[in-house]
Each structure stands twice: as C-alpha cells, then as structure tokens.
C-alpha cells in the first residue's frame, strides 16, 4: 500500500509520467420495445424487458497529474487486450516518455509475460523496459485513482442502454475528449502518513513495554492513540497492570479493578494495550 502511496507523491515530470490503469465489464444491451420520448408534462418511458447484445470490457487509462486519458472498450480482457493497450500507450500516448509509471490492479493479465505472448521477444522487451509497475494490494483497489474516473463514467456516460460497442466508442471517445480539453486533474490526499495513523490492520501491534521504552526515551507519547489521552502512559500503567493482574482489590480502586477486568474478555484478548487503556479512561 505504501508503495502505491508514495507514487502518488511524485512531482509531475512528463519524462516519467504516472499513469493508473483499471478495466471493467459492461453489458451491451437493446431495447426489446421502442421507448417512448418525453413530451411537456410527461416524462420518458422505458420498457423493463430488454435485449442482450453480448458483453466487452472497458480500459481506463488516466494520468492523474497532467488529466489525461484515453478510455476504449474491447471484446475481451484477455492477455492479448492488455498488451495491444500497453503497446497503444507507450507508442501512442507517451512516445517520448523515458518511462512509463503505471498503478494498476494486481490482476492475471497484467504482467510482462502477456507482452511476451502477444510481441515478439525483441518488442516485448522493449515495452517492458520502459514499464515500472506499481500493483495495488489486494483488497486494496480503491487506492486505485483510475477506479474514479470508471465510477464518473459510469454514471454521466454509460447510465443508458448501449446496444453495440461502436456506439459505446463512440460514446467513450466524446467524453475523452471533452474532459481531456478541460484538463480535469485528480487531487489525491490520502498519504502513507494518513495510513499509518488510520489504517491500524495492515501495520503491526506494538507491544506495551516497546511502547513504553520508546515514550521514556523521547519524554513524551509516540503512540498517536495515546496523545489526546489527559495523562501519560507511564502515570497509570502501574494501576491498568495491577487491575489485570491481581486476584482482588480492596479500597477505592475495586469498582475500576472490577470493570477492568470485565473490559478484558470483552475485547475477546485481541485489544492492545492503548485501546484497553482508553476503554478504562473513558469509563
């Protein structure tokens, strides 16, 4: 994930363009009945049934930084597609480009190989030179920007029946061009800083006396879940390890030491230490 974050971070350099890449299916479909138009006061009517007219696959190819793309619908998403595409946007699109840096899913057909099964070896390898992929991880596809511009399309573009994929061409290289005239770029915000913070699954738990070692170097909180707590980690540990660990309690404490001990199996043993801790602060 990381990695396709800091990709996002680049400086524009059109030497080296980043480019995302993403497909999906689309089914061709007729009107089994001619609609009715609409007239004043009446709206247009449209019959439920309908024609299958058969299915193809629609690429996206978008370079977030300069707004450009190039979208084209194919009968099939096999090998063969993927390298004709990679073939168009290196030779076509960014002929002058040192390399070509692409962000695309991690998908059986987007690989070197499929360029050595549809090129000859000399040509595929010089494709393949001037590719840097970047893969998005699984379950991860959402980091991929060109999945943004597929959910705009579909709903100002392809929101109606499509009978015929030369008509969906058609219709997909009018909308190309108007919105690579205006230039539309993609701010994208989500940072590894970002994900470090909000994203706590994919990152490792640290342990309570790591934390704790590096707080006491520092002097200060370094867990960001700890930071708006009103006291130090270091000032109520002692009662938090007592509250679990000890048999019984009398004064005071009991309630909390009772509660304390009530949270633990709560949370199934899969709460860390800070998540407990604020469990109990909070009340």
């Given at each position: ?44 009517k ?45 030779t ?76 969906l ?17 993609v ?71 009772t ?20 469990r109990?602060?909070?009340?």
């Open positions: 994930m990381e990695d396709v974050l800091d990709v996002y971070v680049r400086p524009y350099d059109p030497a080296v363009p980043v480019v995302c890449m993403d497909e999906k299916p689309y089914q061709l479909l007729d009107h089994a009945r001619d609609p009715i138009p609409a007239a004043p006061g009446r709206d247009p449209e019959d439920s049934e309908y024609v299958r007219g058969g299915t193809c696959s629609i690429f996206v190819w978008v370079e977030p930084l300069a707004g450009h793309r190039r979208i084209n619908a194919r009968r099939q998403r096999t090998r063969l597609d993927w390298a004709e595409e990679v073939d168009q946007l290196l076509c699109d960014y002929p002058d480009a040192e390399k070509v840096v692409p962000v695309m899913d991690n998908l059986n057909t987007h690989t070197i190989g499929s360029l050595y099964e549809t090129f000859k070896p000399a040509k595929a390898r010089d494709l393949a030179a001037r590719l840097e992929i970047h893969y998005t991880p699984r379950h991860g596809s959402w980091l991929n920007i060109a999945e943004i511009e597929l959910s705009a399309l579909t709903r100002q573009c392809l929101d109606r029946r499509i009978n015929d994929i030369a008509v061409n058609t219709e997909l290289a009018a909308r190309q061009q108007a919105t690579n005239a205006q230039q539309r770029q701010d994208w915000q989500f940072t590894t800083e970002d994900a470090r913070i909000k994203l706590r699954h994919p990152y490792p738990r640290i342990r309570c006396d790591t934390l704790l070692a590096r707080e006491a170097a520092v002097g200060q909180p370094t867990c960001p879940t700890c930071t708006p707590s009103p006291r130090g980690l270091d000032r109520d540990r002692d009662a938090v390890v007592a509250a679990l660990t000890l048999p019984y309690s009398n004064g005071p404490t009991e309630g909390v030491n509660k304390t001990k009530r949270i633990a199996p709560q949370m199934h043993g899969r709460a860390g230490f800070p998540l407990l801790r604020h109990i602060l909070l009340g």
